[in-house]
């Protein structure tokens, strides 16, 4: 009888056990191979069958921008406090075509954020105003405008379908506060796909306490949308709770509050005022932004956004109106004697509709700070007009 290779005669049973291992080992290469098959598979499907472990990192001053200062967690919540501007790279006011004439001004802002959040029986409904806010402090907002309420939709108009969000998805509301009303685009970019689709840590969160998510921004086989509740949420494989941005147009952050809404913000500012002392609160014009800068010059600081002023009616000093149908200009404002904006004018007899005419008051503007460079609207020196400020809010 002839010995196998490498076996004695009396290591006959050793040799045939050691066959029997050698297939058994054949087999399970055969399985390793078939399970990275599988594995593979599984990454490259939409990834509504994959489990996400998100990580929520409230307490951590590394799961913020430089933005964010005096993260600390005690009583339940975490605290941080931000002035509310985002990256100064981030190209604010840039491409809104429909502007209220507010400008990103700095805020004093505190918050603090449930570190627990519950859900709640039933989600509860957003209107326009703060609903969460940014990992770089910035306050996230509805989606929808301060304007009426539409009669069919029961919906007031959408800040997006309006044109009043820049490139970034804010603007600067009526108290100078730069805010974002869809995801917050420049951010999310910034963070990159390390953070947001690999890392998955939040890029915000709600005002009921639970976090907000971009995955499939960068990565698409991180895609979640097929898996999100009406508020934009669902759990991760922990269990945990969190909404996830809309990842192309209209990019939503959030449809409603599945947890319990919580006070969430406080606030210390000074509103801008006119040459008599009244607050300045902007009307809105068809004004496309193209550029929005802010300078400080000693203890004034000084907004300039150039762009095109588009089928306005102005008011010129003769008291009569003139429509106009692109116009290159600017608008600024550096402190009570140093302004280029516009004002409501008067009804008239002399035109029809709304007119508008521009105020240019330059007698106290610092010294730097070069407003003969600006190309700015022609100053309307009629009869002096009744300041107006936007209507108010309707429900």
């Known amino acids: 009888m ?25 087999r399970v290469i055969r399985l390793v191979r078939c399970m990275g098959l599988i594995a ?18 409230k307490c951590d001053e590394a799961c913020y921008t430089d933005e964010v200062s005096r993260v600390s967690c005690e009583r339940g919540k975490v605290r941080f406090q931000s002035h509310g501007l985002p990256d100064p790279e981030d190209p604010m006011m840039r491409g809104i075509t429909a502007t209220n004439q507010q400008f990103p001004a700095k805020h004093n802002y505190e918050f603090e954020i449930l570190l627990e959040p519950e859900l709640a029986r039933q989600p509860t409904p957003t209107e326009a105003g703060p609903v969460g806010v940014a990992i770089n402090g910035v306050p996230i907002f ?21 044109g009043e969000l ?14 974002y009303h869809v995801a917050p685009k420049c951010l999310i970019e910034d963070l990159g796909p390390a953070w947001v689709d690999q890392g998955k840590k939040p890029i915000g969160y709600a005002m009921d306490g639970f976090p907000i998510l971009a995955l499939g921004w960068f990565d698409k086989t991180n895609t979640v949308e097929q898996d999100l509740d009406p508020c934009r949420g669902m759990k991760d494989a922990a269990g945990q709770y969190f909404y996830n941005v809309k990842t192309t147009s209209s990019w939503d952050v959030l449809n409603c509050l599945a947890g319990r809404p919580q006070h969430f913000a406080r606030d ?7 040459r008599t002392g009244k607050e300045i609160t902007g009307i809105p014009i068809r004004f496309a932004i193209k550029d929005s800068t802010r300078t400080s010059y000693g203890r004034d600081v000084c907004h ?7 089928g306005e009616q102005i008011l010129q000093s003769n008291g009569q109106a003139r429509k106009i149908r ?14 280029g904006l516009f004002f409501e004018a008067d009804k008239s007899r002399a035109f029809r509709g709304r007119a508008i005419y521009y105020d240019h008051i330059t007698d106290g503007c610092p010294a730097g700070f070069g407003v003969a460079r600006l190309t700015t609207f022609t100053p309307y020196e009629g009869p002096a007009q009744t300041r107006k400020g936007p209507p108010p809010t309707r429900k």
């Open 166 to 179: 820049d490139v970034c998805g804010g603007h600067a509301g009526r108290g100078d506060d730069y805010h």
């Open 40 to 57: 593979a598979l599984i990454g490259s499907l939409p990834l509504a069958a994959r489990a996400h472990d998100i990580k929520v990192c």
């Open 268 to 274: 210390r500012w000074r509103h801008r005022i006119d």
């Open 326 to 339: 692109a116009q290159e200009g600017s608008l600024f404002y550096c402190n009570r004697s140093c302004y």
């Open 142 to 162: 509805d989606p929808s405008t301060q304007g009426p309420v539409n009669r069919k939709t029961g919906r007031r108009p959408s800040a997006f379908d309006a």
């Open 2 to 26: 002839g010995s196998k290779p490498g076996c004695s005669v009396a290591g006959d049973r050793a040799c045939s056990v050691f066959g029997r291992e050698r297939g058994l080992e054949m």
């Open 304 to 310: 300039v956004m150039t762009g095109t002023l588009q």
